[in-house]
């Protein structure tokens, strides 16, 4: 079921986005649909994945800054936005106040579809979870008055209990565009490393897919 209209991303980090739905969001803008991107976070926690293990969370933040704005150009982002919350507490904020804000965003852009993590954050991330479970509450308050449907990523627990994609796309046809948005994201370079390798030609075959599911619609 391919989205209709404007699509919003929801994630909690810089290169979520790339992680799980680059070559979405570069097929949507390819054909004028104009995707946009709500970060909970500027990932000033992401230390560890790079060769920035001495930097302080503000510059590390920064850091991160500038690789989101080059990915959104790869991946052809029509508007970023982020709402500043610190990296690995998102569970910690209201997620009445956080949905509150989802809709705004979405209201702003006048999308028709949301994406973003499963309920499990894909990866059992905290962060994840939570942007997963405030962008839900969003999409079911009625406060994104133009949207229609909410797509979760399909992780490997909701394909173990049944669950088949609604939408699938095949990662080889964009590889290139993601493996140059992946690689504007060099602070996390051994994260992405571990993930989808070292960014050859082809991509790996345990990654040929993006694949969701949708939740809800209207």
């Known amino acids: ?12 980090h810089p ?3 790339t992680f799980m739905s680059g070559c979405l969001i570069r097929q949507l803008a390819d054909e004028s ?14 230390y ?18 500038g690789e989101m704005e080059e990915a959104a150009a790869i991946l052809g982002l029509d508007a970023l936005q982020q709402l500043g919350y610190p990296d ?12 509150s804000q989802i809709a705004e965003f979405a209201n702003t ?3 028709e579809s949301l994406f973003t993590f499963p309920p499990d954050g894909g990866n059992g991330h905290p962060d994840h979870v939570a942007i997963s479970r405030a962008t839900t509450l969003a999409f079911e308050s009625g406060l994104c008055r133009s949207v229609r449907r909410l797509y979760y990523s399909l992780s490997p627990a909701m394909a173990l209990e049944g669950r088949t994609p609604d939408l699938t796309l095949e990662v080889a046809k964009q590889w290139k565009v993601k493996a140059a ?3 504007a994201h060099d602070s996390q370079k051994y994260a992405i490393e571990r993930y989808f390798g070292n960014l050859g030609e082809e991509v790996q ?3 040929r897919y993006e694949q969701f599911v949708v939740i809800y619609k209207k």
């Open 1 to 12: 079921m391919y989205p209709e209209g404007r699509s919003a991303f929801i994630y909690a």
């Open 15 to 17: 290169d979520d986005e």
């Open 33 to 46: 649909l104009k995707p946009v991107l709500l970060l909970a976070t500027r990932g000033d926690a992401g």
């Open 48 to 65: 560890k994945n790079g060769d920035y293990a001495d930097a302080s969370r503000e510059e590390l933040a920064a850091i991160r800054d």
């Open 88 to 99: 690995g507490k998102l569970n910690e904020i209201d997620t009445t106040r956080l949905a």
């Open 109 to 111: 852009y006048a999308v």
């Open 181 to 183: 948005a992946l690689r």
């Open 205 to 207: 075959m345990s990654r």
